[in-house]
């Protein structure tokens, strides 16, 4: 039986909106060439799985929810106020994120 609820302070101690960045194994579906192709994907913490320890993020360059367990949270900064915080900060996300907010 599985407890009521996996989060931890490392899931669920994050502010809404908040920079995160998910690293994907090389075996991914989202990673097209495992050796030379990108194998992170970016985006703003929404928060977190409550059956188990991963949490849920939009990714700005799939434009999408996505649902992942291995990520590096960066709890001050966001990307909406700021986006000169992203690694990837292209027109076309700048574009897409002017849409959103």
């Known amino acids: 039986m599985q407890p ?52 849920w993020m939009f990714s700005f360059a799939l434009q999408r929810k996505i649902k992942v367990q291995d990520f590096k949270s960066y709890p001050l900064q966001f990307p909406f106020k700021d986006p000169s915080c992203l690694t990837r900060n292209t027109p076309t996300i700048m574009k897409e994120m002017s849409k959103m907010h």
């Not at 302070?9 to 991914?28: C, M, N, W």
Request: aromatic share 16%; with cysteine.
């Open 4 to 55: 009521a609820f996996f989060g931890t302070y490392k899931t669920v101690d994050l502010p809404f909106g908040s920079r995160a960045i998910a690293q994907l194994p090389r075996e991914h579906r989202l990673v097209k060439n495992g050796s030379f192709d990108d194998r992170f994907v970016e985006g703003t913490y929404l928060y977190s799985d409550s059956a188990t320890p991963c949490i």
